[in-house]
């Protein structure tokens, strides 16, 4: 699985967009973008995923670049529970059921009274 | 989406012991589980993969003496941590995979070693 890049952390005032960056510059064709986000002592929660179209779902949006190599989460009003650890991964979908997901250091959002 | 539960959520136990931990699909079957440890502050580290009816397969680094795995059926894991020292304290968390290749988390299970 390629390798991401994001922010060790960022602050966020509370009813305010939370914009997450993630650079995968070496994504490859077939991978895909996912956003998993880990609330403190909790397991991770599946957020978005995307291949290259713009997604959006009741949790958030996705926007990836036209050329792949980076992409944003954006949470469209923060509340104090999205205070989490967010991930970024680029893996392959489909295909062998047992593709793993590797984690990186993800961002962690601490979003503000 | 679907769910996967963890048991015990957290355990303490004297050195030397062993701990067992579930993990269990509540509503799919689970092709393909894994298991992750989380240390303070830090990210998730692969473990080891396991698929119903067969051998698990360990990470570079995990000793698969120490931490045993059995998948014995298409919802249930288990990982057994043997003969726990205080260095295997940690964040314990599995994740299973259905036919569409999603993963889902479980809670995760706190262990601490005295």
């Known amino acids: 699985d390629a390798k991401t890049t994001q922010p060790t952390s960022m602050d966020c005032a509370e009813g305010r967009a939370a914009n997450l960056p993630c650079n995968h510059s070496?994504?490859?064709?077939?991978?895909?973008v996912y956003w998993y986000r880990q609330i403190h002592s909790q397991g991770p929660q599946y957020i978005i995923h995307?291949?290259?179209n713009n997604e959006t779902n009741e949790m958030a949006s996705l926007i990836i670049t036209e050329d792949r190599k980076s992409s944003t989460l954006i949470l469209p009003h923060a509340t104090l529970r999205d205070t989490a650890v967010y991930y970024c991964?680029?893996?392959?979908?489909?295909?062998?059921?047992?593709?793993?997901?590797?984690f990186g250091g993800g961002t962690r959002l601490m979003v503000k009274p | 989406g679907a769910v996967v539960s963890q048991h015990p959520s957290r355990v303490i136990c004297k050195s030397g012991t062993s701990v067992k931990i579930e993990c269990r699909s509540l509503?799919?079957?689970?092709?393909?589980m894994f298991w992750y440890r989380q240390f303070p502050k830090k990210s998730l580290m692969l473990m080891a993969t396991?698929?119903?009816?067969?051998?698990?397969?360990?990470e570079q680094g995990v000793e698969k003496d120490k931490f045993l795995i059995n998948h014995a059926s298409l919802t249930l894991s288990t990982l057994t941590v043997t003969s726990a020292h205080p260095e295997d304290s940690s964040f314990y968390i599995c994740?299973?995979?259905?036919?569409?290749?999603?993963?889902?988390f479980g809670p995760g299970t706190r262990l601490t070693v005295l």
């Open positions: 994740s299973a995979t259905g036919n569409n290749n999603e993963q889902f």
């Open positions: 070496t994504i490859s064709g077939n991978e895909y």
């Open positions: 995307g291949l290259k």
């Open positions: 991964i680029v893996r392959v979908a489909g295909g062998n059921a047992g593709n793993m997901l590797t």
């Open positions: 509503d799919f079957q689970a092709t393909t």
């Open positions: 396991s698929n119903e009816g067969s051998k698990a397969t360990y």
